[in-house]
């Protein structure tokens, strides 16, 4: 059991990361403040949602490790199938060719989270 925990923890870390480099390349190449432009000021209330969802990979870090069988396989398969569905949606507001391939990345990540999760069941 803790060869799962460890693998699924290192996978959601893979995850993150892949989401803090899409937005440092975004920071980068300018992206940003088109993004910014577009959608004008945010509310608190939608950067606290964005906040909640971005934080979703590193508290599911933590609760891989934490939480016990059958509850931690099912909840990984859950919130990793909801990444997938939020990379989904998102991938034709990509403005580059990087931020394509890093949805895609994510999604990757997410099936095999999904997948390795699924499995423990």
């Known amino acids: 059991m803790e060869d799962e ?4 923890s290192g996978l959601w870390v893979a995850i993150m990361l892949s989401y803090f480099l899409g937005d440092i390349m975004r920071f980068f190449s300018g992206d940003f403040k088109e993004e910014a432009k577009e959608y004008g000021k ?3 209330k939608m950067l606290f949602a964005m906040t909640l969802v971005m934080l979703l990979p590193i508290m599911m870090l933590v609760l891989s490790l934490i ?3 059958p509850v931690n396989p099912w909840l990984n398969v859950i919130v990793a199938i909801f990444f ?3 990379n989904l949606m998102n991938i034709p507001s990509a403005r580059s060719a990087y931020d394509r391939f890093l949805f895609i990345v994510g999604i990757g ?3 095999i989270v ?3 999760a699924w499995n423990w069941i």
């Open 114 to 116: 999904a997948w390795y």
């Open 5 to 8: 925990q460890i693998i699924l």
């Open 42 to 44: 945010m509310s608190q």
């Open 109 to 111: 990540f997410d099936i």
């Open 84 to 86: 997938t569905l939020f």
């Open 67 to 69: 939480l016990v069988y």
